[in-house]
């Protein structure tokens, strides 16, 4: 027969309320994200209203929402593929350049409005993509923008055709000839048929009748000496070339994926003595001479406040209240959290690349008396929060490295860093190397690594292994 009995135990649970689940959610949320929550929570609460959007209007807003649904429909599509989308690959790489708003918001618009070739000539016009509401967009901007564009990897976009992407090649390589280089300048169809013979007659008999016009300047063909082996030369230069830069690439003309700062962290200059750092207003202090200051969405998120004539609908005012509270935890939390990374990150906010330490969450966690969960929530790796700084548009997730112990266990050095490492050495090797001999060689430099852990590194950072290289 089965006894039963009573035991009285004692515990301690946590039960989170309806309004700290919304605070902590918020942490999670991109930008992007909480537009949507604010505009919802509009939507539900007369008491509350959006007093200004820094972006548009709603109705402009939730007009440019409504199309999600083929935004989705186009991530169905291309679910099948690996490849990445050449939209995305070069907006990587913006994001890692210094460049002002307006020349970061044209070169978007550029990099959209590429086809599946990586060309322009199919799609609009560059110049219709000028803000002419803006006067420091102008066609010298525009300029500098599609240079940036076509200098990125692969090179050669952003061009009108495949001939300009050949031309935009042959400049940036630094090693064609003069002849290439008035070959691929609009005369490309000279070489056709590729006949040295026919190509030498050609090339004379352009170069005389141009003389023959009035006024006719001098040419870079002028400064050729035209033979057939000169000519041989320059065919199988222009055979090395990448017509079709993009091949490799998948295109994405939907800006799903585009990613808008959560953080800006901007440098400022200051005469005299310096204040101390000041968390609360997002100013670290830098230099002698600057500061650095940390603002949250700034001029992406909608200003929204409890309407002035509804404070007599006491249970919706509450509930507005208590929105309005949630809004200012995230943005606090969010802004103290930038401020603690750029003071244990001051080496990487002062000089850029390659200067990011170990650095976990726990630490952040401690140094701000918040949860490691708080702290988590906002800087995981999945989290789409990003920062940008004077060096690039970086997710949260950058600036927290466990890295690895040196060999005599004193200090840590940066996962970023032993790749940097491995790249150069990979680099410099005169034939493949093993992961096996990397660890060696970082052994030797005092990095106490396991091979297991250089592969995921070297992986990590995209590069095949010996066999394949």
């Not at 200098?151 to 390589?173: H, R, W």
């Not at 070339?241 to 003309?253: E, G, I």
Request: charged share 30%; aromatic share 8%.
């Amino acid at each position: 027969m089965q006894k039963f009995s009573q035991i009285q135990s004692q515990k301690q649970i946590m039960r989170m309320s309806q309004r700290q689940i919304q605070a902590v959610s918020m942490l999670a949320m991109s930008v992007t994200d909480l537009r949507d929550e604010i505009y919802k929570a509009v939507s539900d609460n007369p008491a509350l209203e959006i007093v200004r959007d820094p972006l548009k209007t709603s109705a402009e807003y939730y007009e440019k929402k409504s199309s999600s649904s083929e935004a989705m429909q186009f991530a169905l599509d291309s679910a099948h593929s690996e490849k990445e989308t050449l939209q995305h690959h070069l907006m990587d790489q913006l994001n890692l350049q210094k460049v002002t708003k307006d020349e970061y918001d044209l070169c978007q618009r550029l990099i959209y409005n590429l086809d599946k070739n990586g060309f322009y000539g199919s799609k609009l016009s560059p110049e219709t993509l000028i803000d002419k509401n803006n006067p420091r967009q102008n066609k010298i901007m525009l300029q500098k923008c599609l240079e940036r564009i076509q200098k990125m990897d692969p090179v050669g976009i952003c061009c009108k055709n495949y001939e300009e992407s050949l031309f935009i090649q042959a400049k940036l390589n630094g090693d064609a000839s003069d002849l290439t280089l008035f070959i691929l300048d609009g005369n490309l169809s000279i070489f056709d048929p590729p006949d040295p013979a026919k190509i030498e007659k050609k090339l004379n008999d352009y170069k005389e009748n141009w003389h023959k016009k009035s006024f006719a300047s001098e040419i870079l063909l002028d400064k050729v000496y035209i033979c057939q082996e000169e000519i041989e030369e320059t065919l199988d230069y222009i055979r090395h070339l990448n017509p079709f830069p993009a091949a490799n690439f998948d295109t994405d003309t939907s800006m799903v994926d585009f990613q808008k700062p959560d953080v800006v962290v901007t440098v400022e200059k200051v005469k005299g003595k310096l204040f101390d750092d000041d968390f609360s207003t997002g100013r670290v202090t830098g230099g002698e001479d600057y500061y650095f200051q940390v603002k949250y969405a700034s001029g992406i998120l909608p200003e929204v406040r409890i309407a002035p004539d509804m404070k007599d609908d006491r249970d919706n005012v509450e509930k507005a209240k208590a929105f309005l509270s949630n809004l200012e935890f995230c943005k606090s939390t969010i802004v103290l959290q930038t401020c603690a990374i750029i003071n244990f990150q001051k080496d990487f906010f002062q000089n850029g690349e390659g200067n990011v330490k170990p650095l976990t969450r726990k630490q952040i966690a401690e140094y701000l008396g918040l949860s490691e969960s708080t702290i988590s929530r906002s800087a995981s790796k999945k989290s789409s929060k990003y920062l940008q700084t004077e060096w690039g548009l970086f997710p949260f997730s950058k600036f927290f490295d466990s890295g690895v112990k040196s060999s005599d266990g004193e200090e840590k050095i940066s996962s970023q860093k032993i790749t940097e490492l491995i790249e150069k050495l990979i680099k410099n090797s005169k034939g493949p190397i093993s992961d096996m001999e990397l660890t060696t060689k970082l052994n030797k430099m005092g990095i106490k690594i396991a091979r297991r852990t250089v592969t995921k590194y070297r992986q990590r950072a995209g590069i095949n292994n010996s066999y394949l290289r």
